[in-house]
């Protein structure tokens, strides 16, 4: 019989009897309604002016621990390939006609998601001389996912509300 002090002596049995780290699914934030893309939906990612630290959290929403890709969502590299946008930071003036043009290649139905406090109000960088505004103020946002940064489960929690899974 294998007993947990012989499982503790020997690493690779204790890799093999080790429970998985993944968190348990957060709710689901479609509430009842159809999803816009059930099964599956693809994102490309935008940083319209953003301090870096809502990618780390949306990095670690896709990382193992929350693994928001086991509900179908996953980042694409073209806009063309994707769904929708998720967007992160207040908008910069630079930002403003990139992210533009950026929706315009996502093809019909598509999505807008707002991932953090700058993309939904402005949040700290609100009325900076280099802001053009929020995202809402340069493209329809569909989804709004607040605080700064939002965490990781809250990150996936919006993004299923998109699959329904
Ligand atoms: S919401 Fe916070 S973490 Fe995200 S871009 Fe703005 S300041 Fe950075």
């Given at each position: 019989?294998?007993?947990s ?12 009897f ?5 968190e ?18 693809q994102?490309?990612?935008?940083d ?8 780390v ?7 193992p ?11 694409v ?12 930071g ?9 992210l ?5 290649a ?14 939904v109000?402005?949040g ?17 946002v ?7 940064p ?16």
């Open positions: 019989m294998i007993t002090s012989i499982v503790r002596r020997f690493p690779a049995l204790e890799a093999l080790a429970r998985p780290v993944t348990a699914a957060p709710e689901r934030s479609c509430g009842g309604r159809r999803p816009p893309f059930p099964g599956s939906a994102l490309r990612h935008v319209a002016g953003s301090c870096n630290g809502c990618e959290e949306i990095t670690q929403a896709f990382a621990v929350c693994d928001a890709g086991r509900f179908g969502v996953r980042l590299a073209s806009p063309r390939h994707a769904d929708g946008l998720l967007v992160t207040v908008v910069t003036r630079n930002m403003a006609t990139p533009r043009k950026t929706l315009d996502v093809p019909r139905p598509r999505v807008v998601v707002a991932c953090g406090d700058c993309a109000d402005g700290v960088f609100a009325g900076a001389y280099g802001v053009t505004g929020r995202v809402g103020d340069v493209v329809p569909d989804v709004e996912i607040p605080g700064c939002p965490d990781p489960s809250t990150i996936t929690e919006a993004l299923r509300g998109l699959t329904g899974r």
